[in-house]
């Protein structure tokens, strides 16, 4: 089955705080995995994909096939950072997009 | 700028009636999606079309169904509303094809069925 596991629902740090965000998946094939990001009243959107190997806004995310995560990491956090964040899995076909449950981060002053 | 456009931001229907929602996109996308977003729950699909007149069922089919006439156009249909359909709408889109292709998404329909 193919499945996206967020393990934590809330994740609250200080500002300039390390932080990382859980994401494991469960997929037969060669995945493609993306983080979206909903700021407060904003639509949903993307904010990496693994295949683009980026940094945006200061955050990265390594594809491990081992250990079958997409962690999202930022060293420093910031108080803009806080947000509802979503790792998604493109399934085989590339027609569905997979969402995990979310992580709210919220990030304190 | 990418734009996906739901008709309405807020609605409150009464159950048993039938609610239609309504997605436009002008981006010329092949695939679209209707997800509802429940806390706690992320993002589980209801259905999704490949193409005009193209339909499949996402996770959450159940009292719901779809219209894909023109390409640009995706509607969500409540056939009979109920309370435990109460919950956020979110409409996206996506072009096939090619490695890491993104999802947009619509601003999002908060249906209130009581």
């Known amino acids: 089955a193919q499945r996206v596991t967020q393990p934590e629902k809330l994740l609250s740090v200080f500002k300039g705080a390390p932080v990382e965000l859980k994401c494991n998946y469960s997929?037969?094939?060669?995945?493609?995995l993306f983080w979206y990001v909903q700021y407060s009243r904003q639509r949903l959107q993307l904010l990496l994909r693994?295949?683009s190997r980026e940094s945006i806004k200061g955050f990265t995310a390594d594809l491990n096939k081992g250990e079958t995560s997409f962690h999202l990491k930022k060293p420093f956090a910031q108080e803009e950072d806080s947000a509802m964040y979503y790792c998604?899995?493109?399934?085989?076909?590339?027609?569905?997009?997979?969402f995990g449950a979310g992580t709210r981060l919220f990030v304190k002053a | 700028d990418v734009k996906v456009t739901q008709s309405s931001r807020y609605l409150v229907k009464r159950t048993g009636e039938k609610v239609f929602l309504e997605c436009v996109q002008d981006?010329?996308?092949?695939?679209m999606f209707w997800y509802r977003q429940d806390p706690g729950l992320g993002l589980r699909l209801i259905y999704f079309?490949?193409?005009?007149?193209?339909?499949e069922k996402g996770d959450i089919p159940e009292g719901y169904s779809v219209s894909r006439e023109k390409k640009e156009r995706f509607s969500l249909i409540l056939e009979s509303a109920s309370t435990n359909q109460t919950s956020m709408y979110l409409c996206?889109?996506?072009?096939?094809?090619?490695?890491?292709?993104?999802?947009?998404f619509g601003q999002g329909t908060r249906l209130t069925v009581v």
């Open positions: 693994h295949i």
């Open positions: 079309s490949y193409d005009v007149k193209m339909k």
């Open positions: 996206a889109s996506r072009r096939s094809g090619g490695r890491g292709t993104e999802a947009f």
């Open positions: 997929y037969s094939g060669s995945p493609e």
């Open positions: 981006m010329d996308h092949e695939n």
């Open positions: 998604a899995l493109l399934n085989t076909g590339g027609f569905k997009t997979i």
